[in-house]
């Protein structure tokens, strides 16, 4: 058993020296020194923090910020993995593209996921099928891209190029030959899709614009890219060189005016544009003129998708709703169906029955044809 042993009373406390009362003074000194910097630093943390939290608060786009307020989110869906793109296959099959690399094949009339591959890109934003289905291009917001080839897909390969920043979009040239991205630095690169070599970069004479989107002619001779402030540029791929600009969007502040979506429409006289906020509308190439305004105007568009046929052009927004218009005449054909997020990527199939849409909530929803008319009904209601 242990005891505490009693240490002994001390009855007389000695008188401190003098060089001990020198040190004690000093000590207290620095210590007071001390004290009041301590306390000048937490002030200074306390004004300057708020400020700079302020600061970076403003420079988030509203996806970010929506992400922020929801807080963390025990699915793991709300801030990382929104469904950005989602592309056509063969067999009535779509691929989408989440945020951290998910890449899901699904069956568009089944609606049911027949398989994941991984990617080994983080923050991916796009995707696109080669002509022969065989390929799979993959950007990444972090400046990367990425080539599976399906027959092969333990081994794909990545970019190395140190100068590629944001990858906002990528495109594969109708005879599979060339790849396009187009990002940030407002650049037009082209690449080998086999080996990712760079073959070239168009760049705007003008101000460089950062550009989201893209869309090339059947012929593969035009590209046309929308950028973040509502500017659309053509393209000449055979010359290497931007044609012209137009504005589509009456405002250019960012991101209002991002131009989300572009298409070419009919013989490739003219274009379709859908902008953030300033809707959707068709476009002569040429002269840039207003051809057509679809009715109806939707704020906050996310996304775009034209029919295989050209007929239909669907849009979804920030509020989770879908629209779809009849390009001929502009009027809507169905009623806005609801959805819980924005609307990020939209797919269909290739007899335009099955519609697919991704949101920023991570969640893939397919609307078959008689469940879409219904619904179109009972809205009209």
């Avoid at 806005?336 to 929803?365: E, F, H, M, Y």
Wanted: with cysteine; aromatic share 6%; glycine share 8%.
């Amino acid at each position: 058993m242990f005891r505490l042993s009693r240490l002994p009373r001390q009855t007389s406390r000695p008188e401190p020296s003098r060089s001990a009362l020198k040190s004690f003074r000093l000590a207290d000194n620095c210590g007071a020194k001390s004290r009041s910097g301590r306390a000048f630093t937490e002030v200074l943390l306390i004004v300057l923090v708020p400020c700079f939290s302020l600061m970076i608060w403003a420079l988030c786009d509203s996806e970010l910020k929506k992400s922020l307020l929801a807080g963390p989110n025990k699915d793991n869906l709300l801030s990382v993995n929104p469904v950005y793109d989602a592309v056509n296959m063969e067999n009535d099959t779509v691929l989408t593209v989440q945020g951290q690399g998910q890449l899901r094949i699904w069956d568009l009339k089944k609606s049911v996921m027949l398989g994941e591959m991984q990617s080994h890109l983080s923050e991916v934003r796009c995707a696109d099928y080669s002509p022969e289905q065989r390929l799979l291009a993959v950007g990444s917001a972090m400046g990367k891209l990425e080539i599976w080839d399906l027959e092969h897909p333990e081994m794909p390969v990545l970019s190395d190029d140190p100068t590629l920043q944001e990858v906002a979009d990528c495109l594969f040239t109708p005879d599979g030959k060339v790849l396009l991205t187009s990002g940030e630095d407002g650049k037009l690169v082209l690449w080998n899709p086999r080996t990712l070599e760079r073959l070239d970069a168009l760049v705007s004479p003008d101000a460089p614009e950062s550009i989201r989107s893209l869309n090339i002619s059947a012929d593969g001779n035009l590209v046309i890219g929308g950028t973040h402030s509502g500017l659309v540029q053509i393209w000449d791929l055979e010359q290497r060189k931007l044609l012209r600009t137009h504005r589509v969007a009456i405002q250019s502040r960012r991101p209002e005016a991002a131009v989300e979506t572009v298409a070419f429409v009919g013989d490739g006289t003219n274009f379709v544009s859908a902008t953030r906020n300033d809707g959707v509308a068709i476009w002569n190439i040429k002269t840039g003129a207003c051809v057509l305004r679809f009715t109806g105007n939707v704020l906050g568009l996310r996304s775009g998708l034209l029919s295989h046929d050209g007929s239909t052009f669907t849009a979804g927004s920030e509020q989770g709703q879908i629209v779809i218009w009849d390009v001929a005449t502009g009027n809507r054909i169905a009623a806005p169906l609801s959805r819980s997020s924005i609307i990020r990527s939209l797919a269909c199939s290739a007899d335009g029955k099955t519609l697919l849409s991704g949101d920023w909530n991570g969640r893939v929803q397919f609307q078959h044809e008689s469940n879409r008319a219904v619904t179109a009904e009972i809205a009209h209601r």
